[in-house]
């Protein structure tokens, strides 16, 4: 059975990803002036953003807090940011 702690994560993450989905529509709609590359840019990082927020909270949750631990959960989201950004701009993804 969950905790209590563990429940309230997963709630708290439910909040962040509708307000962010929210949020990400309206950047997209506002980003349309700029073209398809900007709307591309905003919910990449949308995405990249919940994504490692929820690595962050799958680690929490684990409740294993050591220092390799805690270096490899960090070192991994990076190296997760990095492969995201550098997908487009190497054009591994779309040639908008």
């Not at 929210?22 to 919910?43: D, E, H, Q, R, T």
């Not at 680690?59 to 492969?83: E, N, P």
């Amino acid at each position: 059975m969950p905790d209590r702690t563990t429940d309230e994560l997963r709630q708290q993450f439910g909040t962040i990803s509708r307000i962010s989905l929210v949020l990400g529509a309206a950047g997209s709609l506002a980003a349309l002036f700029w073209g398809l590359k900007a709307v591309c840019g905003v919910w990449a990082g949308l995405f990249m953003c919940l994504a490692g927020l929820a690595m962050i909270q799958t680690w929490a949750v684990r409740g294993t807090f050591t220092k390799m631990s805690g270096f490899k959960s960090y070192a991994g989201r990076y190296i997760f940011y990095g492969l995201v950004i550098a997908a487009p701009a190497c054009g591994w993804v779309c040639r908008c």
